[in-house]
C-alpha cells in the first residue's frame, strides 16, 4: 500500500446506486431452558407481537456495544459484552424495496447478566416475561426463526438472507 491510499470512503461513495443496510442487535436472553420476551406496544412495527431485547445501532456504535445498551435501556440489566455469544446475522431485504428495508440483524445470546429484568419502555412494549422455548407465544417471525433453532439446539449458519 502507498502513503497516498485513503484509509475512508468518500462522503458521496455510497449514494443513490448503492444499498445502505440498517444494522439493529438482538439479545436473546436466556435463564435456563426460559428465555425473555416483550410485547410489543406503540412502535409502529409488529405490534401485538412479543419480541426480543433489540434495537438499532446508533452511529459510531459497535453491535455488540448496542446488544448490551440496548438491554439496559429496555430491560433495565447489565450485560459484558464478552459474555455476549454471536448466534447468526439476518440479511433481511425486499428486493428493488425502499432502504429502510435493506436490514441487517446481529443476534447474541446472553446468559449472564447483573440485575433483574424489568420492563423500562413501557411506552415501546405492554409486558415482558420469561417463556419456556417449548411454549412461546406469537414471537415476530424473523426473531422466531432464531429462537426455535435455540430450542432445537440447532447452529444457524453464520449468515442467512431472508429476501421478502
Do not use: C, I, N
Not at 449514494?15 to 412502535?43: I, K, M, N, P, S
Not at 452511529?59 to 433495565?76: F, K, W
Amino acid at each position: 500500500m502507498s502513503d497516498t491510499t485513503p484509509e475512508s470512503y468518500r462522503p458521496d461513495d455510497h449514494l443513490g446506486h448503492r444499498t445502505l443496510l440498517v444494522a439493529a442487535a438482538y439479545v436473546v436472553l436466556r435463564r435456563g431452558d426460559e428465555v425473555l420476551l416483550q410485547l410489543r406496544h406503540g412502535t409502529g412495527y409488529m405490534d401485538g407481537w412479543w419480541g426480543l431485547l433489540a434495537g438499532h445501532v446508533d452511529p459510531g456504535e459497535s453491535v455488540h456495544e448496542a446488544a448490551v445498551r440496548e438491554a439496559h435501556e429496555e430491560a433495565g440489566v447489565r450485560l459484558a459484552a464478552d459474555d455476549l455469544v454471536p448466534l447468526t446475522v439476518l440479511h433481511r431485504f425486499e428486493r428493488s424495496g425502499p432502504p429502510v428495508e435493506q436490514r441487517v440483524d446481529v443476534f447474541f445470546l446472553a446468559q449472564r447478566w447483573q440485575g433483574e429484568p424489568t420492563l423500562q419502555e413501557p411506552d415501546k412494549s405492554a409486558q415482558m416475561g420469561w417463556f419456556t422455548l417449548a411454549d412461546l407465544p406469537d414471537v415476530v417471525p424473523h426473531e422466531r426463526l432464531v429462537l426455535d433453532a435455540v430450542a432445537a439446539g440447532t447452529q444457524l449458519p453464520a449468515v442467512v438472507s431472508l429476501p421478502r
